[in-house]
């Protein structure tokens, strides 16, 4: 192992290493950088929350509208999450088990919400079914409300999640190839069994890893839905755009404290996929840690 | 084009695919191109459409106009500072996590992707907690005259906390993989520490450098949650274009918000393109994929 040969160089002085003074010098630095720029910050979000004590605290987190945030960004997850599930799986398996011309053409499309700025996906859902959008007037006759709506919240949620899931599966997909499946088939099995029994088995750690990162984007997006939320107070406000309201009219006890669950959920999300990682490392070694 | 050796070869949904036993080729890639143009093509080409109905004068004006340019510059600018600044820490960090052991090294290795998990708006308002002239930070840099909140500075801040992951992630598994021989071959004829690291580790470490700092650059340039709080969000001075673009929203000014969106989705869309590029040039050096 790669990892067991560079720790046991590491051990001693040699010509491939740095000098002890040089090795502690690097590693100090870059523990000061990380300190300053990720434990910081999250250290800050708990200090701020927890300034005037447990009481305002809690009662940040119990008061109405703050529950009607929780509320509204658990449904959104509940739908964004699995209809990126189901479509990472559908696409992983058109495009890791079969070869086809204008593979990587599609794998780019796939990508392509990473590379737009959250507040392009909510811009074009606006454009799309707006007021003034191209569907708006049809909409508006119908009595159907997307845009400054949970609809629109959901559509632009699941947007921006929508590569997760398939980037995380095709290329494990991919490395496992189609022996298996093939196997499975030439014994009897129907295809949703091959599917089910065989290839489901062999990429379930990948999966969950993904749905686990898409919920942590679900939950935590901010640009994207709040331009398409409209900001309505217990309505069409998800705990991010809660937190940005609060913090907006200078309640910042309230603010940073919907903003710690937040971070709170952030760290449980590392910690599972840490987790995951040290477990079934080689599990999900192909599909690379992003 | 090359004509495809095999007669088996079926054009279905425009695509050409070898010969395979496995089923379902057919519903899955229909249900992947049908979810794929609902939720990203169709509303990404409205955007084209509406800046296309523009007109070119309209449109020139729109996109030339002197605030939407300063916010672009600013946009562009901060993300390649950032950027810049992501590769030189994240090298350190990737070279500290793989090369040397100390103790908690796993956990340090976890809280990279704090920035992946953490929601943007809960970053942004953390690090304007400490950036602020009386927060941790900025109140010691406030005495020598140094302002970072509300300021372009605050800018760069933020995107180095959302930028930093990508160049670590990309890095690191090269890095692990890198064949330590090449090292001891390197010292044995004579280089020095510093030459073996300057002509034969880093040329090695160049395309998952590049990669990475395009990766956060172009993360960069469209993030908007952790950068609206730090900002300050001063018109010519601290407003980036995605904040622009919510401004021209909320005025029902449609047009000028499509103008600017659409300038910056060409620039994404070049991006991709040198990403993909740089990445396969990655995965011919390293055999990797990352």
Known sequence: MTDVSLRTHAAFSSPVGERIRTRAALTVLALVFLALVLILPLAAVFTEALRKGAEPFFAALVEPDALEAVKLTLIVAAIAVPANLLFGLVASWAIAKFEFRGKSFLVTLIDLPFSVSPVISGLVYILLFGAQGFFGQWLAAHGIQIVFAVPGIVLATIFVTFPFVARQLIPLMEAQGTVDEEAALSLGATGFQTFRKVTLPNIKWALLYGVLLSNARAMGEFGAVSVVSGHIRGKTNTMPLHVEILYNEYNFVAAFAVASLLAFLALVTLVLKSALEWRYGGELAASGRH | MTVPP????????????????????????????????????????????????????????????????????????????????????????????????????????????????????????????????????????????????????????????????????????????????????????????LQTIARVIMPALLPPLLTGFALAFARGVGEYGSIIFIAGNIPYRSEIAPLLIVIRLEEYNYAGATAIAAVMLVISFFLLLVINLLQGWNRRRSGLAV
């Open chain 2, 6 to 193: 095999s007669s088996a070869w079926t054009p279905r949904f425009g695509f050409r695919r070898s010969p395979s036993v496995l089923p379902g080729f057919g519903l899955t890639m229909g249900l992947t191109l049908t979810w794929l143009s609902l939720i990203i093509l169709i509303p990404l080409a409205g955007v084209s459409i509406r800046s296309a109905g523009l007109g070119w004068e309209e449109f020139a004006m729109l996109a030339w106009d002197p605030r939407t340019v300063a916010a672009l510059k600013l946009s562009f600018g901060a993300a390649l500072a950032a950027a810049a600044i992501n590769t030189v820490f994240g090298l350190l960090v990737a070279w500290v996590l793989v090369r040397y052991d100390f103790p908690g090294r796993k956990l340090v290795d976890a809280a990279i992707d704090l920035p992946f998990a953490l929601p943007t708006a809960v970053a942004g308002l953390a690090l304007t907690a400490l950036c602020a002239p009386n927060g941790w930070i900025g109140s010691l840099l406030d005495p020598l005259g140094i302002k970072v909140a509300y300021t372009p500075a605050g800018v760069v801040i933020a995107l180095v906390f959302i930028g930093l992951p990508f160049v670590v992630r990309t890095v690191q598994p090269v890095l692990a993989d890198f064949d330590q021989d090449l090292e001891e071959a390197a010292a044995t004829l004579g280089a020095t520490r």
